[in-house]
């Protein structure tokens, strides 16, 4: 995995666990949330909601299911970081639903109070170039852009948990 080689490379006691399910909407992580915090961890990622964009699901359903999967995150494991990863719809589905969308997460971090990372495929999105013939999906090299765009965000949150554990 990518994400554990850039952890390796910086020398962190960390082991990455990839609980993700490909096509998998909020529902389904709801579904089986409960089964993935049985699980020791210091920090989660939750980077869902990209496949309820893709079925045009109600930003409504979406924003519910993130705030409950974050308010059970916190009341399974509140010394938990969270970090929540920003999604976007393709816009097909018109600019009030894709503006809709892209507000919710952002949202949800601040009430939440958790952190958001930028889009999961910031630089990475609608450039064919860097993208699998389905047009969705990062290549080789498209998905070590997306690997650098999730380590960006998730190096400080591992470097603050580091220094707390060094501190006790």
């Given at each position: 995995?990518?994400?554990?080689?850039?952890?390796?490379?910086?020398?962190?006691?960390?082991?990455?666990?990839?609980?993700?399910?490909?096509?998998?909407?909020?529902?389904?992580?709801?579904?089986?949330?409960?089964?993935?915090?049985?699980?020791?961890?210091?920090?989660?990622?939750?980077?869902?909601?990209?496949?309820?964009?893709?079925?045009?699901?109600?930003?409504?359903?979406?924003?519910?299911?993130?705030?409950?999967?974050?308010?059970?995150?916190?009341?399974?494991?509140?010394?938990?970081?969270?970090v929540l990863v920003q999604m976007e719809a393709l816009p097909n589905l018109g600019?009030?639903?894709?503006?809709?969308?892209?507000?919710l997460y952002g949202a949800i971090a601040r009430e939440k109070g958790v952190r958001?990372?930028?889009?999961?495929?910031?630089?990475?999105?609608?450039?064919?170039?860097?993208?699998?013939?389905?047009?969705?999906?990062?290549?080789?090299?498209?998905?070590?852009?997306?690997?650098?765009?999730?380590?960006?965000?998730?190096?400080?949150?591992?470097?603050?948990?580091?220094?707390?554990?060094?501190?006790?």
């Amino acid at each position: 995995m990518l994400i554990q080689q850039k952890i390796d490379s910086a020398s962190m006691p960390v082991e990455v666990v990839n609980a993700g399910v490909s096509g998998e909407t909020s529902s389904g992580l709801l579904d089986r949330l409960d089964w993935l915090l049985r699980g020791k961890f210091d920090v989660i990622v939750v980077e869902t909601g990209a496949n309820d964009g893709l079925r045009g699901i109600p930003t409504a359903t979406l924003r519910t299911n993130l705030a409950t999967i974050v308010d059970r995150i916190k009341a399974k494991r509140p010394d938990a970081a969270i970090v929540l990863v920003q999604m976007e719809a393709l816009p097909n589905l018109g600019p009030k639903y894709a503006s809709d969308f892209h507000a919710l997460y952002g949202a949800i971090a601040r009430e939440k109070g958790v952190r958001l990372l930028p889009f999961l495929l910031q630089d990475v999105a609608g450039r064919r170039e860097l993208n699998q013939p389905d047009g969705m999906h990062p290549n080789y090299v498209g998905e070590r852009m997306v690997a650098a765009n999730v380590w960006r965000g998730l190096k400080p949150v591992l470097d603050s948990l580091d220094q707390q554990r060094q501190s006790r």
